[in-house]
């Protein structure tokens, strides 16, 4: 078997846990390829909700494997803290969740650093979500990191001490008051003594080298589900540098961060929000600061799942969604949130941008750097409640001509349309 691929084609937040949670019946495994506790994945069913950072969203049907991959960084408080959960709730965890032996560990001391360097930039700071995840992976980068393999080595304990007295080494270069940041409420001292506490909670559950354990599954015909975290626009390659995270979060992300060859890449499934949200600092074209933005805010409840900041709202960006849809190589669609547009009258569309006097319909180089005005198209909205519809041949006329509007503009089908949190809620195409 091929495996498929489900990622985000924006800046994050499109609705890939209630994605994957709506089509893991469909898969023997479900696998994260990369990214850390900067993920907050929401699934929500029978008036329950849930928010997974490391876990794959897979978790919530008993006959699905998880998988949490080599490319993945994982902090073992975080973990535990949502382990917990799924146990207070009876969500079975035991059989069903493995963590490769490669996947590197975010130390208490990444935390500090990643505070550190956004105090340092001021202004200019990215908006990290201050989990660690830039310089765990710059360790991992340099070789200098822990990974899930070390901790119940001889050594791991020395292994510790020497990456940590590094990172106080570089702290105290630092104009930053270290020694009195608290990291998740607690001193450097209590959140080091739950990490390590924590590493119990990881060793309950089985270590594997996942890359073999993932080609044999798939040469044995088993289905497989890679869930992406963050969205394309925030790759460290191809995404509004420096305004990004620190992984691959496009299609190549499942290669290096599952061990799984290119030829072995099946169906890969794109999501995106019927509109545009990003949080945190960095360009976003079709931003709209305004009456209209803080509606898009209100009726799609955009406050982030990790942080709780407020997500900056703003119209679909469709020369963005082109490029992520080339760079990820996707074959199908998933438009998510359509519902937040139940009140308006007329919806807007980024077709291009306009940079000084000539119209562009790429994303340039000084994306990243100069505002581009977007020229947008105008589509009537369907002005009515769709968050009951999930027969595709009951949905408004002008749903379906928004649909056919960005299929015509994107060549990929869009498969389902999602109308509410719920993972009941979809309309199946
Ligand atoms: P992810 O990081 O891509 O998994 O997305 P998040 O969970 O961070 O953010 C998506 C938010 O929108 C969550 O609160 C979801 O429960 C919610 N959501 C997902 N799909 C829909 C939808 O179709 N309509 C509405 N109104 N909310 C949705
Ligand atoms: P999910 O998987 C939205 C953003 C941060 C910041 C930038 C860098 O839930 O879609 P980092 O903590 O990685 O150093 O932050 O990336 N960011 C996300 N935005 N959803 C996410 O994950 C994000 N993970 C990181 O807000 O702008
Ligand atoms: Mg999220």
Redesign the pocket.
């Known amino acids: 078997m091929k495996a498929d691929v489900l990622l985000?084609l924006q800046?994050?937040?499109?609705g890939?846990g209630k994605i994957v949670d709506v089509l893991t019946p469909q898969y023997d495994i479900v696998a994260r390829f990369q990214?850390g506790p900067?993920?907050?994945?929401t699934i929500e069913f029978e008036n329950k909700k849930f928010i997974l950072h490391t876990i794959p969203s897979g978790i919530f049907n008993p006959d699905t494997i998880n998988v949490i991959g080599n490319g993945v960084i994982i902090d073992p408080f975080i973990f535990k803290k949502e382990i917990n959960n799924l146990r207070t709730h009876n969500i079975k965890i035991d059989n069903n969740l493995l963590i490769s032996e490669k996947a590197h560990l975010i130390l208490p001391t990444h935390r500090l650093l990643?505070a550190a360097y956004e105090a340092e930039k001021g202004e200019a700071k990215?908006?990290?979500?201050?989990?660690g995840?830039?310089p765990t992976y710059t360790d991992k980068t340099s070789r200098n990191g822990l990974r899930i393999g070390n901790i119940n080595r001889h050594d791991f304990q020395k292994a510790y001490n020497e990456l940590k007295e590094k990172h106080l080494r570089i702290l105290s270069s630092y104009d930053f008051d270290y020694k009195n940041n608290q990291i998740e409420g607690l001193s450097l001292e209590e959140y080091e003594a739950q990490w390590f506490d924590a590493l119990k909670t990881i060793n309950q559950i089985q270590h594997i080298n996942s890359e073999y354990f993932i080609n044999q599954s798939l040469d044995s015909g088993k289905s497989l589900l890679a869930e992406g975290?963050?969205?394309t626009m925030?790759d460290i390659d191809f995404g509004t540098y420096p305004?990004?995270?620190?992984s691959n979060t496009v299609t190549a992300g499942v290669c290096t961060g599952l061990g799984i060859p290119p030829t072995k890449v099946g169906e890969v499934f794109g999501i995106f929000k019927a509109y545009c949200t990003r949080?945190?600092?960095?360009p976003f074209p079709t931003e709209l600061d305004n009456a209209e933005g803080q509606m898009l805010r209100d009726e799609g409840n955009e406050y982030?799942?990790?942080t709780g900041r407020p997500r900056r709202c703003g119209w679909l960006d469709l020369t963005a969604l082109r490029y992520s849809i080339m760079l990820n190589g996707v074959t199908g669609l998933f438009m998510t949130k359509a519902d937040v547009f139940n009140k308006f009258e007329t919806i807007k569309v980024g077709i291009k941008y306009r940079k000084k006097s000539e119209q562009i319909d790429f994303v340039p180089f000084e994306a990243s750097y100069e505002k581009l005005i977007p020229v947008f198209d105008e589509i009537k909205g369907w002005n009515s409640d769709i968050s009951h519809v999930t027969d595709a041949g009951k949905m408004p006329d002008a749903l379906d001509s928004y649909i056919n509007y960005i299929q015509s503009k994107t060549g990929v089908p869009i498969k389902m349309v999602s109308v509410g949190a719920d993972r009941k809620q979809v309309i199946k195409l």
Request: net charge negative; charged share 15%.
């Open positions: 985000g800046w994050g937040d499109e890939k990214g900067n993920a907050g994945h990643d990215i908006g990290s979500t201050l989990k995840i830039g975290a963050q969205g925030l305004y990004v995270t620190s949080v945190g600092s960095g982030g799942s990790t």
